[in-house]
């Protein structure tokens, strides 16, 4: 038989275990490496060196300034300078006017770098949009996985990126 004290402590703890549990279960979902952090970015080409004609096995760097566009305090857009970076592909496929490449991208910013990886395949000169991947980064990004989405149109490529850490 449980005497009146044993069931007094085991009901407070039991409701003390209760009230918590909401609060422990918020703490969880605010977890710092659940945080994804969305970064945009807008690149101009500053310098290609690609070869005349693009064949498989053919690689070519192009070199990027990056440029960010924020809101001010007056709901005006702003567009600053970032940092720069590189974007080193090679030919996998070229098909009559297509051609498949895969990139590595160097993404250099003040916080650290972002290197993504992606393959796409467009027609040159067009607009394309596809997946890329975080791979990895330094500062702070030095433990960055995720992934986003890179726009190719002309001079300008646009990168929409999920950072996860």
Known sequence: ?????????????LTTTLALLPTL???????????????ELTGVSRLVKSPPRI??????????ELYKTEKTKTNEERTRHVGDGESDCSAVKVE?????????????????????????????GERVTAKTAI????????????????????????LELNVDE
Do not use: F
């Not at 009146?4 to 407070?12: I, L």
């Not at 498989?56 to 990027?64: D, K, N, P, V």
């Not at 960055?144 to 001079?155: E, V």
């Open 1 to 13: 038989m449980i005497t009146t004290a044993v069931r007094g402590v085991v009901v407070t703890a």
């Open 96 to 124: 009559r006017r297509y051609v498949t490449a895969q990139c590595t991208r160097t993404l250099r910013l003040k916080e650290g770098t972002l290197t993504l990886s992606d393959m796409i395949t467009s027609r040159p």
């Open 25 to 39: 279960a918020q703490a969880e979902g605010k977890d710092k490496d659940n945080d994804i952090e969305r970064v």
């Open 55 to 64: 064949r498989e096995g053919g690689s070519w760097t192009t070199h990027l």
């Open 135 to 158: 791979i990895g980064g330094t500062g702070h990004y030095r433990s960055a996985y995720g992934d986003g989405y890179i726009t190719l149109d002309g001079r300008h490529v646009h």
